[in-house]
C-alpha cells in the first residue's frame, strides 16, 4: 500500500482517484478502457499521476525558493542615481517597463538575495530597466556585473550602456575573449580596486582571475543559454551574495514559468514602446528567389539595409557555412555595386565586431549573416529581413530573428522564404509566424510544438523534466498543483517531505541555484 501524500480536500475537489486506484488502473486497464484516452492520457487515473509530479515540481522549487529567504544580500536602497537616469532618457517608459523596474527596486532594498527572471517581447526594451537596477545597485555603493552569452550581444550592451551611464560619471569596463591580454590585466586591476562600477562581458567574468571588490547585483542575459553553475560562480563573487536579474530573450508561456520557475519571482514587460511599426512577415516560395533579390536592391538603393539569414543546416556546420559563404558571393555578384557584408560563427570575435560596426554604421547596405545575429543586434535602420529556407528554423528563433527588424520608424518586412514540400510542423510555424507578431502567443505555440526544452535550455541540465505532464494539454492542473502547493508548504511539512520524496529523491540539489 502506499500512504497519501496530497491533501484528501485537493484530490476530492479536482475529482481524482486514489493515488493505488490510479496505478492499479494505468498498470492493468479494465478491457473496456478507451484506447485513445489512455494513450491521450485524458482518464481520471492519468490526471492524477500528473497532479502528482506537478505537486512535486512546485513543492521542491518553491521550498527552494523559501529556503533563499535565509541568505543574506546586501540591502542597496538607494534609487536617487537610478532616477537621475531616468530623467535623462531622450524616450518616457511604458507602463510595463516602470512596472518591472519597481518590483527590482524593490528586491534590490531587501537583505535577502533577488533571483528575479525579467522576461517579454523581442524589443520590449528590457537593457533599460536592467540600467535602472544597475544605477540604484551602483548609487548604493556597489558593483555591477552583466554577463551575456556572446561578445556581439555583450557588445551591444556596452554600446547601448556606455552613453547612458557614463554621464552620470559611473564607470563602464568591458571583459571578453577578443580583449587583448594587456588590456585585460587593466581591467581586472581597476575592478579589484573597486574603480570599475558596472563590467560588461561574456564568460570571462567568471574567470578565477576576476575579483570584485564589492560585487552586488549580477544581470544575465539570455540566461538559459547559461549552466546552474556559470549563473551561481557569478553570483558567488560576493562577500554576501550578490543579487541576481536574469533576463530573457524570448517571452516564456504562463503555464512554463509557472512551472520549471516556480523558484523565480519574474517580471514581465508586456508592452512595446510606442512608435515601433509593426513588421509585416511574407511567405514566398523559394522559387521567387530572383525577384526578392530585386527588392532587396531596392530596399537598399532607396537607403535602407537589409539582412539576408543563410538557413541553418543542423546536420553539418562546415556546410552551413559553405552555404553561407557561397550566398555572400552570388548576392556580391547580382547586387553589385551594393556593399554586402558576411557574418558568420566561425569569424574571430574581432571580425565578427567589425563586420557589425560596419553594417551599424551603413557602410554595408546588405549583411548576409547565419543566426549569430538571432539576439540583441539593432540597427534602426535595418527594415528588410530574408530567411532562406525558413522552414528549417524553429519558431522562436524566427521570432527572434524577425525582431532584428522595425526597430526604426521605417515599414519593415520579413520575407520568409520557404521550399515544397513542407513538413506539417513546418507549415504550422510558418503559418505561427504570419499570423501574429505576438511573442507571448508564438511562445505559447512553440511550447505546443516542441515541449519546454527550447526555452529551458541549460537550466534544465540537472532538473528532472516533467515525463508525464504536457504543460499546454495540463495547464488547468498546473495551477492547481500550484495552489495545492502552497497550502501544503504552509500546513504540513511532513506530507511535503514524502510527497518530495516520492518523487524526486535525490535530485533535488540543482534547486538551490
Known sequence: ??????????????????????????????????????????LPAWRRVIFDELLAQQLSLRRARAARADLRAMQLPDTA???????????????????AAAEIAHDLALAQPMNRLLQGDVGC???????????????SGVQVAMMAPTEILA?????????????????????????????????????????????????????????????????????????????????????????????????????LAMSYYADLDV?????????????????????????IIERVRAAAEDG?????????????????????????????EALAPLSVGLLHGRLTPADKQQVMREFTEARIHVLVATTVIEVGVDVPNASLMVIEHAERFGLAQLHQLRGRVGRGAHKSICVLLY??????????????????????????????????????????????????????????????ARDCASAMLRDDSAMVDAHIGRWLGARQEFLKA
Open 1 to 42: 500500500s502506499l500512504p497519501e501524500t496530497v491533501p484528501a480536500g485537493t484530490i476530492g475537489r479536482l475529482g481524482l482517484p486514489g493515488l493505488v486506484d490510479a496505478l492499479t488502473f494505468l498498470h492493468a486497464p479494465p478491457p473496456d478502457a478507451s484506447t485513445t484516452a489512455l494513450e491521450e492520457r485524458s
Open 81 to 99: 542615481l537610478a532616477e537621475r537616469l531616468n530623467a535623462t532618457l531622450p524616450f518616457a517608459l511604458t507602463g510595463a517597463q516602470r512596472r
Open 125 to 139: 526594451g528590457k537593457t533599460v530597466v536592467a540600467a535602472l537596477a544597475a544605477c540604484q545597485a551602483i548609487g
Open 155 to 255: 557588445e551591444q550592451h556596452l554600446r547601448k550602456l556606455g552613453p547612458w551611464l557614463e554621464p552620470l560619471g559611473i564607470r563602464v569596463g568591458w571583459l571578453a575573449g577578443s580583449v587583448r591580454e594587456a588590456d585585460k590585466r587593466a581591467v581586472r586591476a581597476a575592478v579589484e580596486a573597486g574603480e570599475i562600477n558596472l563590467l560588461v562581458g561574456t564568460h570571462a567574468l567568471i574567470e578565477e582571475s576576476v575579483k570584485f571588490a564589492r560585487l552586488g547585483l549580477a544581470i544575465i542575459d539570455e540566461q538559459h543559454r547559461f549552466g546552474v553553475a556559470q549563473r551561481l560562480s557569478l553570483r558567488e563573487r560576493a562577500e554576501l551574495l550578490a543579487h541576481q536579474l536574469m533576463m530573457s530573450a524570448t517571452p516564456i508561456p504562463r503555464s
Open 267 to 291: 517580471s514581465v514587460i508586456d508592452e512595446l514602446p510606442p512608435g515601433r511599426t509593426p513588421v509585416v512577415t511574407r511567405l514566398v516560395s523559394d522559387t521567387r528567389r530572383d525577384e
Open 304 to 332: 535602407r539595409q537589409v539582412y539576408w539569414v543563410c538557413p541553418l543546416i543542423e546536420e553539418s556546420e562546415a556546410l552551413e557555412l559553405q552555404t553561407a559563404i557561397d550566398t555572400h558571393a552570388a548576392l556580391s
Open 419 to 480: 521550399r515544397s514540400p513542407l513538413s506539417q510542423s513546418g507549415r504550422e510555424r510558418l503559418r505561427a509566424m504570419h499570423e501574429t507578431t505576438d511573442g507571448f502567443e508564438i511562445a505559447r505555440r512553440d511550447l505546443r510544438l516542441r515541449g519546454p526544452g527550447e526555452f529551458l535550455g541549460a537550466r534544465q541540465s540537472g532538473q528532472s523534466m516533467l515525463r508525464f505532464a504536457d504543460l499546454d494539454r495540463d495547464a488547468d492542473l498546473v495551477e492547481a
